[in-house]
C-alpha cells in the first residue's frame, strides 16, 4: 500500500509565498515521476509542475518564473515553493505519483488527498 501526504497549504496575500510538501510512504520501489496538480470547483484538474526521476521539470504557462518544484530521492519527497502568487493561483492542490511496488511489476498511479491553497488579500 502506498500513501502521499501533504502540508503546506493556507491562506495568503497576494503576492505571498507558499511551500507544499508530499511524502510518499509505504511500499515503493522506484517512483519514476512527481508532480503537483491544482482543481478547482467545476473545472478538470490541471497540472501545474512536474518531475522526473532525472531531474527533468514541467510547468504549467501560468506558473514559470514564480513555482519551483524539487524533489528528494532519499526521502521520496516533492516540494513546491510558490512565490509571487496571484489570486487565480488558489485551488485544492494535489500530489501525484508514478511508482512501483515491490513484488508488482507495473507502474502505477497515487494521488494525495489534496491541501488547499487560497490566495486573497
Known amino acids: 500500500q502506498v500513501q502521499l501526504v501533504e502540508s503546506g497549504g493556507g491562506l495568503v496575500q497576494p503576492g505571498g509565498s507558499l511551500r507544499l510538501s508530499c511524502t510518499a510512504s509505504?511500499?515503493?520501489?522506484?517512483?519514476?515521476?512527481m508532480a503537483w496538480y491544482r482543481q478547482v470547483p467545476e473545472k478538470q484538474r490541471e497540472l501545474v509542475a512536474s518531475?522526473?526521476?532525472?531531474?527533468?521539470?514541467n510547468y504549467v504557462d501560468s506558473v514559470k518564473g514564480r513555482f519551483t518544484i524539487s524533489r528528494d530521492s532519499t526521502k521520496n519527497t516533492v516540494t513546491l515553493q510558490m512565490n509571487s502568487l496571484k489570486p487565480e493561483d488558489t485551488a485544492v492542490y494535489y500530489c501525484?505519483?508514478?511508482?512501483?511496488?515491490?513484488?508488482?511489476?507495473?507502474?502505477?498511479?497515487?494521488w494525495g488527498q489534496g491541501t488547499q491553497v487560497t490566495v486573497s488579500a
Open positions: 501525484h505519483a508514478i511508482l512501483s511496488s515491490r513484488g508488482i511489476a507495473a507502474y502505477n498511479a497515487y
Open positions: 509505504g511500499n515503493i520501489f522506484i517512483i519514476s515521476a
Open positions: 518531475i522526473l526521476s532525472g531531474g527533468s521539470t
